[in-house]
């Protein structure tokens, strides 16, 4: 009996067609990690002692994320039904455009930025208004401004902004709010432990504000994948609807609660990347080597033409950095992720010899 064959095949939607990729380097990541931001050291010791409590029963159920998701509101003075936790930030993104994105909505980011942002908004939406930053790479909130129509539905910001480093002020946040009152405003505040400032008050008084932060930057919990967005019950309640209600493991779950409550722990971690900031900010300027200011825990580099080598010569020198030349208005731009003070001299080490090494100079 002969099989029957036709040219028809199943088709995934056009705008899943049209939306860019997300290729991650994470190949043989085993020298010094600067390249991806995270906590080069290690979590707080009480979540380490908290995961040898966990049973093989513990392991057989399944997670429930509501008696962390109110230690975490009530840790960042919160009711309940105005957080939800998720797997990273990518996730709080991604249910953030399935929940209040149509297919002729418009979403307003600041380039370059946090490349999730397309990936999400693409799925949902062709339109996806990049507003550029500047020579400068500080925040355009004039032209943001500018870009706001009444089909705009969601605006994504970032405080610092990864790659920049750079910041949006509270007072821009909130004009940009009441700009778009028919709009999600996203801030994204993935690094906000480095910089200090931050909105989450603002959400009891500004209803169409939320706020992201993750729990792989300043605590260390970056291979849990813990994420979490805040904002007034009305606008959460449309994410939880979309929300897998397991889309957290239990041992992500059990350790957040014991990771809040050692503040020390993460005001010392912090302490120690705002100092090894500084030592970077010393060295690149006695190297020659321009950067832009930073309030996160990361340093944009001007390279140049070398970008390239000069990841190439750090890796044999064995600390990773991240080359942002792909993104807009970074070409030639190499990101150095700043941890505690040990890693810093040897980035720095490495970085004074493989500048030599390639026989760079300014461009």
């Given amino acids: 009996m002969s099989v029957v064959t036709t040219a028809k095949s199943v088709q995934p939607r056009a705008l899943v067609t049209a939306m860019p990729e997300y290729h991650p380097p994470l190949a043989a990541r085993t020298a010094l990690r600067l390249d991806f931001n995270e906590n080069t050291f290690a979590p707080s010791p009480r979540v380490l002692a908290r995961l040898q409590q966990l049973t093989a029963e513990g392991l057989t159920k399944y997670p429930e994320r509501e008696p962390a998701e109110m230690a975490t509101a009530a840790h960042f003075g919160l009711a309940a039904d105005q957080v939800l936790l998720t797997n990273g930030v990518d996730e709080a993104i991604h249910l953030l455009c399935a929940a209040y994105l149509e297919q002729d909505d418009e979403v307003v980011i600041n380039t370059p930025g946090f490349f999730m942002y397309d990936i999400s908004a693409s799925m949902m939406t062709s339109r996806l208004v990049r507003v550029q930053s500047d020579a400068s790479l500080q925040f355009p909130f004039a032209r943001v401004l500018a870009a706001i129509t009444p089909r705009t539905k969601l605006i994504i910001l970032s405080s610092p902004n990864n790659p920049t480093g750079s910041i949006v002020a509270r007072e821009q946040i909130l004009q940009i709010c009441a700009a778009a009152p028919q709009a999600a405003v996203l801030m994204d505040e993935a690094y906000f432990h480095f910089h200090g400032e931050t909105t989450l008050a603002d959400i009891a008084t500004v209803p169409n504000l939320l706020v992201a932060r993750t729990f792989s930057k300043a605590y260390g919990l970056a291979n849990l994948r813990l994420g979490m967005i805040a904002g007034q019950a009305a606008l959460m309640k449309p994410l939880r609807k979309v929300c897998s209600p397991y889309n957290v493991n239990g041992i992500a779950l059990e350790c957040l609660p014991v990771a809040l409550a050692d503040d020390e722990y993460v005001q010392w971690y912090a302490n120690e990347v705002r100092a090894g900031r500084e030592r970077m900010e010393q060295a690149l300027t006695a190297l020659g080597v321009s950067f832009w200011p930073s309030h996160a ?66 461009e």
């Fill in 297 to 362: 825990n990361f340093i944009l580099m001007k390279i140049g033409s070398k970008h390239r080598e000069l990841v190439e010569a750090m890796r044999r020198h064995g600390v990773l950095l991240r080359d942002r030349s792909a993104d807009p208005g970074c070409e030639g731009n190499v990101r150095i992720t700043i941890g505690i003070a040990e890693h810093v001299t040897r980035g720095i080490a490495a970085l004074t010899a493989s500048l030599q090494e390639i026989n760079w100079k300014a």
